[in-house]
């Protein structure tokens, strides 16, 4: 199983970023995938988790302002994160939990995960 993350970068606050994960070795639709980020010196934090009947869930914090899909025929899910803000700035993972546990925004239960890719809002 590889999980490829991309599409981080430099943004300044107020813009815009598109996170995607390629997945190889699993089918998206038939997991939980989230995505997780970890800013400097902080824990590792769920973000957003797309279940395997495709409904969402997503921490306070980004809520109205981040948006979780997935393209079942290109086996990958995407990011779009609007309205950045500097505390958005980490380190983003994507992961897959394929025992679908109830527990979705617990780490412990994902049993693959990304690279990573930084994010950074600064101006």
């Known amino acids: 199983v590889q999980l490829q993350a991309s599409g981080g970068g430099l943004v300044q606050p107020g813009g815009s970023l598109r996170l995607s994960c390629a997945a190889s070795?699993?089918?998206?639709?038939?997991?939980?995938m989230a995505w997780f980020r970890q800013a400097p010196g902080k824990e590792r934090e769920v973000v957003t988790v797309i279940r395997w009947s495709g409904s969402t869930a997503y921490r306070d914090s980004v809520k109205g302002r981040f948006t979780a899909s997935r393209d079942s025929a290109k086996n990958t899910m995407f990011l779009q994160m609007n309205s950045l803000k500097p505390e958005d700035t980490a380190v983003y993972y994507c992961?897959?939990?394929?025992?679908?546990?109830?527990?979705?925004?617990?780490?412990?239960?994902?049993?693959?995960w990304g690279q990573g890719t930084q994010v950074t809002v600064s101006s």
């Open positions: 070795g699993l089918t998206l639709n038939r997991n939980n």
């Open positions: 992961a897959a939990d394929v025992n679908r546990n109830v527990a979705i925004f617990d780490l412990r239960q994902y049993d693959y």
